[in-house]
């Protein structure tokens, strides 16, 4: 059995995405916060879609800034394998994480390097799952349900999180809104394709050196 990562890896992927340093980037494992410890390692379905790609921006806002950045996530086989392509402020590929369906790599493109972060678990990103919460989270007040909300055409749950806020269709998180010591950070999809995607996407280039 392994832990979950069920909240806040979009935040805490988007803001290792802003480092300038391969030394300071985690897996997902050191910077997801775990809450639950029951569930099995081996799935077949992580989204209830078998393939697709979405489109998020993002912003996060501080005193003295104001950050919009752009990424893009692939998946295919139910999201056992996903990509998530990160885009400096000039809108050029800065860097990816993905999952092979058993291997995650972060692939730093202009170095044409990719540094293994692990056994894959649930991919890349976050599964939106309101029964994967603790009841004793939902019971205490701190996980509570909201109305539905529309995003893209697509019918959402929407649920809280000690203040943050978390919307999802079929498993797939569309929208993390966090706010915390004078930063809030929005992660929103913008465009959504439910279509084949190419197997090339979820491999290492074979010139990029492993590490």
């Given at each position: 059995m392994k832990?979950?990562?069920?909240?806040?890896?979009?935040?805490?992927l988007f803001i290792a995405s802003c480092s300038s340093t391969t030394s300071e980037k985690k897996s997902n494992e050191?910077?997801?916060e775990s809450y639950t410890d029951d569930l099995d390692a081996t799935f077949n379905k992580k989204y209830g879609v078998k393939n697709g790609t979405i489109q998020f921006e993002s912003q996060m806002k501080g005193a003295n800034f104001d950050l919009v950045g752009k990424s893009i996530v692939y998946f295919d086989d139910y999201g056992i394998k996903e990509r998530k392509d990160t885009y400096d402020e000039d809108g050029m590929l800065k860097e990816s994480f993905l999952s092979d369906g058993k291997t995650l790599y972060l692939?730093?493109?202009k170095n044409k390097a990719a540094y293994k972060r692990g056994n894959t678990y649930r991919g890349t990103e976050m599964k939106f799952d309101w029964d994967e919460i603790p009841s004793d989270k939902k019971s205490s007040g701190e996980a509570i349900k909201g109305p539905n909300e529309n995003i893209l055409g697509k019918d959402c749950e929407v649920y809280f999180f000690k203040g943050s806020k978390f919307a999802g269709w079929k498993n797939i998180c569309l929208l993390t809104e966090v706010e915390g010591s004078g930063v809030s950070n929005k992660v929103v999809a913008i465009k959504i394709q439910e279509e084949p995607v190419s197997a090339e996407l979820f491999s290492v280039p074979s010139d990029y050196t492993v590490q």
């Open positions: 832990s979950t990562a069920i909240l806040l890896m979009a935040t805490a050191e910077v997801v692939l730093i493109h």
